[in-house]
């Protein structure tokens, strides 16, 4: 018998469309009256949150992390649903802060709980399979939607309302779920993970786009703020003068961490000029190697909360 911890935390998941067809949260979570079981699982549910995930913040992941800390050496396996707009931040967030060797699964919904084509009862079941199953042991974070597995370090939501929303675009699809069978395609080297007690760090994320100048920047320099994360240009390039925006973060000890807006591949540093990679570089900005920018916030801001120093903060966010 397998005994899984199920955290239901709210989202379109756990939400209804009312007459007009707008989608709002209900008082009661309709999976706590889903109708199915599965072999040899037993559920403990718990309904830790019920919120839009856009209301799901670095406090609310702290809570589920604790939740799931405590749960140690009593489960066999977590499933935690969740709206699917910060699904990926929290499931990145759990993924550098738990080394534990039971299977986590996060899932949720992109039709309400009475739409037609629902997919929440089902992404529900198939979250559970996959938190039941020995193969899914010591694989990180998984997201589990619409019969695909996602490792939480590649995973993005990439559609605003398709069922299909949830891809891995560096990495590919972990593994696949049939009505018969849990398989995977492949494994991952298991990352770096940090203890945190406190998410207090204020560290904002910035797109660059052409023209930028460096106002913005410098204003930021002048708030006090933990850090700062820029989604750059291709590879993770800038222009000019935000270049020498970065550099008044930079010279007041700020982290700024580069990204690449680019919905898919690697940023590094490539091009030798003012705003180029290789320079932003050598100034002291920190690349962080095949996330998106709301990861590379959470990551730094884990690095922050362990009082990493440079090199060190170098080190975990340039991990693959
Ligand atoms: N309601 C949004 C959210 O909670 C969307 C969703 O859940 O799919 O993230």
Redesign the pocket.
């Known amino acids: 018998m397998k005994n899984i911890l199920v955290l239901h935390t ?4 756990a ?1 209804h469309a009312d007459a007009d067809g707008d ?1 709002e949260t209900g008082p009661d979570n309709p999976l706590n009256q889903a109708d199915f079981s599965l072999p040899d699982v037993q559920l403990t549910v718990e309904n830790i949150f019920n ?6 913040g670095p406090e609310h992941m702290l809570q589920i992390q604790q939740r799931i800390l405590a749960a140690q050496g009593q489960v066999d396996g977590v499933v935690i649903t ?6 990926e931040e929290t499931a990145y967030f759990l993924d550098n802060t738990l080394d534990v060797d039971f299977p986590i699964a996060m899932t ?3 039709r309400s709980a009475n739409e037609l084509g629902s997919d929440g009862l089902y992404n529900y079941q198939t979250a559970l399979r996959v938190a039941a199953d020995d193969q899914s042991a010591n694989r990180g974070v998984l997201v589990v939607m619409n019969d695909e597995i996602h490792a939480a370090r590649f995973v993005t939501k990439t559609h605003t309302t398709n069922v299909a929303t949830f891809a891995s675009p560096v990495s590919g699809t972990m593994g696949l779920i049939t009505k018969r069978r849990i398989i995977y395609l492949y494994d991952l080297v298991p990352g770096k993970t940090f203890p945190i007690q406190a998410v207090s760090k204020n560290i904002p994320v910035l797109k660059a786009y052409a023209g930028m100048n460096g106002q913005l920047l410098e204003l930021l320099a002048a708030t006090g703020i933990d850090g700062l994360v820029i989604e750059a240009l291709g590879a993770g390039n800038l222009g000019q003068e935000a270049a020498l925006g970065v550099q008044h973060l930079l010279n007041r000890q700020i982290p700024v961490v580069i990204v690449s807006r680019s919905f898919n591949g690697i940023a590094e540093p490539v091009y030798d000029y003012l705003g180029g990679g290789t320079q932003l570089e050598k100034a002291g900005a920190i690349f962080a190697a095949s996330i998106n920018g709301q990861k590379a916030r959470l990551k730094l801001l884990i690095g922050l909360e362990n009082h990493l120093n440079k090199a060190a903060l170098n080190d975990y966010l340039h991990q693959f």
């Open positions: 709210g989202g379109t998941i939400m989608v919120l839009p995930s856009e209301y799901i969740h709206g699917t707009d910060t699904l949720g919904a992109m």
